[in-house]
């Protein structure tokens, strides 16, 4: 959601918290590098099967 530009308010309330210090310190966090580095790896491992 922070990648879309939602502001932290709404996402803190969206997860039913009270202000926005947990929501920033333990949820907002940018996976996408990581995810994407996990990926191109799977990819490799796991190559895509032609369609028969």
């Not at 929501?23 to 190559?47: C, H, L, N, S």
Request: aromatic share 4%; no cysteine.
């Amino acid at each position: 959601m922070s990648a879309h530009d939602v502001p932290i308010e709404q996402i803190s309330r969206l997860v039913g918290h009270t202000n926005t210090v947990v929501t920033e310190t333990v949820y907002r966090k940018q996976i996408r590098p990581v995810m994407q580095e996990g990926a191109t790896v799977m990819d490799a491992i796991f190559p895509l099967m032609q369609e028969l």
